[in-house]
């Protein structure tokens, strides 16, 4: 069985492993909305103290329905642009690039350099066409790696690590996506200040160290930070047709509640070919 070394990891990173678990508990599961057996061996490799997490039955359910989401978000963009470059943010040990590769996308896979060498001890390094990029996702030196591919159109995924910056982080990041990738696409999950206060709840009852920074109280708030951005789709749980959430359906009387959090897609600003055919 391998080690894994919980002091080596930062407090941010440490959060990898709850979903890694919830992954890989959702793929046992005969109903599974996802399926990650990558998962189910990792945690059985892993030797760490998973029972620690403690949720109740729509965390679970929510995080399934989060990454299924994800994943249509990247199938659906691939399908617009086979040849596209995809730059999943805080990809943890997640292998999505698996699960929706084309067999023509550009993947690069960004995370800290201790996720990134668990991600190597345990999934593999790098292949053809599949990439990882050992910094900070505020470290600009990964910009000018994944430029080379700068006349390719660009999908930036951020699940579940957004929220864990400052805002004054998260909107430096975004306009610097803005003005190096104009026409790129971001997909973020956010959350109201109420819904931050929340987890943070939990976080501390799991005594999980990582605090819940950044939030939103309505996605469109976000088209505001610089002029191109817009919303182009948002998502909720509740109003997601997932037959699980079906004793959940009262949260939709309640919007506070309802669209306390989502998956929110947003195009950063227009190409030099769609600014020329003006």
Same mark, same amino acid.
Request: overall charge negative; some cysteine; aromatic content about 12%.
């Given at each position: %069985? !391998?080690? @894994?070394?919980?002091?080596?990891?930062?407090?941010?990173?440490?959060?990898?492993l709850f979903?890694?678990?919830?992954?890989?508990?959702?793929?046992?599961?005969?109903?599974? %909305?996802?399926?990650d057996?990558?998962?189910v061996?990792?945690?059985?490799?892993?030797?760490y103290?998973?029972?620690?997490?403690? &949720? @109740?039955?729509?965390?679970?359910?929510?995080l399934a329905?989060?990454?299924?989401?994800f994943?249509?978000?990247?199938?659906?963009?691939?399908?617009r642009f086979p040849?596209? $470059?995809?730059?999943?943010?805080?990809?943890g040990?997640?292998? +999505?690039?698996? +699960? $929706?590769?084309?067999?023509?996308?550009?993947?690069?896979?960004?995370?800290?350099?201790?996720?990134?060498?668990?991600?190597?001890? &345990?999934?593999?390094g790098?292949?053809d066409?599949?990439? #990882?990029l050992?910094c900070?996702?505020?470290?600009?030196a990964?910009?000018?790696?994944?430029?080379v591919?700068?006349?390719?159109?660009?999908?930036? %995924?951020?699940?579940?690590?957004?929220?864990?910056?400052?805002?004054?982080?998260?909107? !430096?990041? $975004?306009l610097?996506?803005?003005?190096?990738f104009?026409?790129?696409?971001?997909?973020?999950?956010?959350?109201t200040? #109420?819904?931050?206060?929340?987890?943070?709840?939990?976080?501390? +009852?799991?005594?999980f !160290?990582a605090?819940?920074?950044?939030?939103?109280?309505l996605?469109?708030?976000?088209?505001?930070?610089?002029?191109?951005i817009?919303?182009?789709?948002e998502w909720f749980?509740?109003y997601?047709p997932?037959?699980?959430?079906?004793?959940?359906?009262?949260?939709?009387?309640?919007p506070f509640?309802?669209?306390?959090?989502? @998956?929110?897609?947003?195009?950063?600003?227009?190409?030099?070919?769609?600014?020329a055919?003006?």
């Amino acid at each position: %069985m !391998s080690e @894994v070394d919980t002091q080596t990891l930062s407090d941010m990173a440490e959060t990898l492993l709850f979903p890694l678990y919830l992954r890989a508990t959702e793929s046992q599961r005969p109903d599974a %909305m996802i399926r990650d057996e990558k998962a189910v061996a990792l945690v059985d490799q892993i030797n760490y103290d998973f029972s620690r997490f403690k &949720f @109740v039955g729509i965390d679970e359910i929510a995080l399934a329905m989060r990454t299924r989401q994800f994943d249509r978000c990247a199938r659906d963009f691939l399908a617009r642009f086979p040849d596209a $470059v995809v730059v999943h943010i805080g990809p943890g040990l997640d292998t +999505r690039f698996e +699960r $929706v590769d084309n067999g023509r996308v550009e993947w690069y896979d960004l995370d800290l350099p201790e996720v990134i060498e668990l991600r190597r001890k &345990f999934i593999g390094g790098e292949k053809d066409r599949y990439h #990882l990029l050992s910094c900070s996702v505020l470290d600009n030196a990964w910009l000018d790696v994944v430029s080379v591919h700068s006349q390719r159109p660009f999908l930036f %995924m951020a699940e579940g690590v957004l929220m864990y910056f400052e805002e004054a982080q998260v909107k !430096s990041l $975004v306009l610097m996506l803005l003005r190096r990738f104009p026409g790129s696409e971001l997909v973020c999950d956010v959350e109201t200040p #109420l819904q931050n206060r929340i987890d943070n709840l939990k976080l501390a +009852r799991n005594k999980f !160290s990582a605090r819940i920074k950044w939030s939103l109280k309505l996605g469109r708030d976000l088209e505001s930070w610089g002029d191109g951005i817009s919303l182009l789709e948002e998502w909720f749980y509740i109003y997601d047709p997932e037959p699980r959430l079906d004793s959940y359906r009262w949260i939709r009387h309640f919007p506070f509640l309802a669209k306390a959090a989502g @998956v929110f897609r947003y195009r950063l600003g227009k190409t030099a070919d769609e600014k020329a055919s003006r």
